[in-house]
């Protein structure tokens, strides 16, 4: 199975900040890796796919860059409603694997 | 729009088996570009991907290895849902389970697009 290791795991940030989320992958999966943002209670919702393609209706202040086994998912510009817990994961392979997640709190 | 609905119940006692349903609106079980899949998430786990269900000519199914000997997904056209079914659970397997389609599987953009509301399932006595 392919690892998806993030890092950090916690992240304080205040309203108006630049953030970047770092996801590893245990092998190469070229740009086989998609982004979710989460919040308490809710289902994951889909931000990123191909490792920089932005799903319809994202704001565009969300980002993702790499490939092979190094990713990045970039918010440019932190808004109160980004708070949550974020995702990667692999479409690599079966079984898909997901990151253990970073969760993004308010400074 | 699309939207997958859950349904099932809450609570399941240890060794019994747990099965939930995802019904599907906007899209169909048989389409030959997605696959419909079952993902739990814990805080011991955190999002495990358990299996999926999806139709290319004929019907298939992968499952993790981890649930394989217990598990079964199966797809309903009649209803247009697909359903989850998990054997001899143990507490281990108290978690949220969400249903999800995956986009346009097996190409560069597949991903997890669309998902249920989640059933909070605990196993207890």
């Known amino acids: 199975d392919i690892q998806m290791t993030q890092s950090p795991s916690s992240l304080s940030a205040s309203v108006g900040d630049r953030v970047t989320i770092t996801c590893r992958a245990s092998q190469s999966i070229s740009s086989y890796v998609n982004w979710y943002q989460q919040k308490p209670g809710k289902a994951p919702k889909f931000l990123i796919y191909?490792?920089?393609s932005l799903q319809s209706g994202v704001p565009s202040r969300f980002s993702g860059s790499g490939s092979g086994t190094d990713f990045t998912l970039t918010i440019s510009s932190l808004q109160p409603e980004d708070f949550a817990t974020y995702y990667c994961q692999q479409s690599y392979s079966t079984p898909r694997t997901f990151g253990q997640g970073t969760k993004l709190e308010i400074k | 729009q699309v939207q997958l609905q859950q349904s099932g119940p809450g609570l399941v006692k240890p060794s019994q088996t747990l099965s939930l349903t995802c019904a599907i609106s906007?899209?169909?079980?048989?389409?030959?570009?997605?696959?419909w899949n079952w993902i739990r998430q814990s805080p011991s786990r955190g999002l495990e991907w358990l299996g999926r269900t999806y139709y290319r000519s004929k019907w298939y199914n992968d499952y993790a290895v981890s649930v394989k000997s217990r598990i079964t997904i199966n797809p309903d056209t009649s209803k247009n849902q697909f359903s989850l079914q998990l054997n001899s659970v143990t507490p281990e397997d108290t978690a949220v389970y969400y249903c999800a389609r995956d986009q346009e599987a097996f190409s560069i953009n597949d991903a997890f697009d669309i998902w249920g509301q989640g059933t909070m399932v605990t196993v207890s006595s």
């Open positions: 906007g899209d169909s079980v048989s389409s030959t570009s997605t696959t």
């Open positions: 191909a490792a920089s």
